[in-house]
């Protein structure tokens, strides 16, 4: 299989200086590749049919059947298309740390919509370990691409930020799902500030149940986080621990009775 840069039999001197003005990515410049792909940024690569054939399920030869001289337009930027067309050759695979995130979200879309399967699994990874950094990204880069696994762990994440901002960033039927997994929160969190049981003592509402409200706060996120609710209450009487116990079992099972966003997609 050729290089990304491997020089072929056909000689550039046969291709109109048109197509020779181009700028030319150093690495994917090979002569004997056949087709030119030039990114939104003016850069253009040239690579292999076969390697776009073997390595890309939805790059198809038909798809290409054009003269050496035709660029073929790519939405992507530049910083994109350098890495995602490493992994069209049998080569050290780059190493996606070095990377901002921009350009790791950019190169996770560009990999899903040409069905490259090396750098999908790759990017899945990293996006992974963007969890916490980035949840809304993740998030609707799960939803788009039914990373199911991915959806339900950043869901919760998500779930306390403004609904406006979520939806508006995902494709429709996914944010009518959205929607729907919200509001499940919302009425969990109307279950939770109901206390199954209540100490009649004044300690438990002073240094109990007036903290624990104000933790909440409306935040139907602080749901996903019982242990941050219950730390460091303030003093209790002896009465009062086992009507705390129950009212985290309660909010536990409250919050077991959501049903997981995969669920709604």
Not at 40 to 53: A, P, T, W
Not at 110 to 133: D, G, H, I, P, W
Not at 149 to 178: F, H, N, S
Not at 225 to 234: N, T, V, W
Request: net charge negative; with cysteine.
């Amino acid at each position: 299989m050729p290089g990304p840069a491997t020089e072929g039999s056909t000689s550039d001197s046969k291709l109109p200086e048109s197509f020779l003005q181009h700028k030319f990515s150093p690495k994917f410049n090979a002569s004997d590749a056949e087709v030119t792909f030039q990114s939104c940024d003016g850069l253009c690569y040239r690579i292999h049919r076969k390697n776009l054939e073997s390595a890309a399920a939805a790059f198809s030869a038909a798809e290409f059947v054009i003269r050496k001289e035709d660029i073929v337009p790519m939405l992507e930027h530049s910083e994109v298309l350098d890495i995602l067309f490493v992994f069209m050759y049998p080569e050290r695979q780059p190493n996606l740390r070095k990377v901002s995130f921009r350009v790791l979200a950019d190169l996770a879309e560009a990999a899903e919509k040409f069905q490259l399967y090396s750098a999908m699994y790759t990017c899945n990874t990293y996006m992974v370990l963007e969890t916490e950094r980035h949840p809304l990204d993740v998030l609707v880069y799960a939803a788009k691409h039914d990373y199911q696994d991915l959806l339900d762990k950043v869901a919760a994440l998500v779930i306390g930020q403004p609904l406006d901002t979520v939806i508006d960033r995902m494709p429709p039927e996914i944010a009518v799902a959205w929607v729907r997994y919200y509001q499940k929160w919302r009425d969990a969190y109307s279950k939770a500030i109901v206390r199954p049981t209540r100490c009649t003592c004044a300690a438990w509402s002073q240094n109990v149940v007036l903290p624990m409200l104000d933790k909440l706060g409306g935040k139907i996120e602080m749901l996903s986080k019982p242990d941050d609710l219950f730390l460091e209450m303030g003093a209790v009487n002896t009465c009062c621990p086992i009507h705390l116990k129950n009212w985290r079992d309660h909010i536990d099972t409250v919050c077991q009775d959501i049903p997981k966003f995969s669920t709604l997609v």
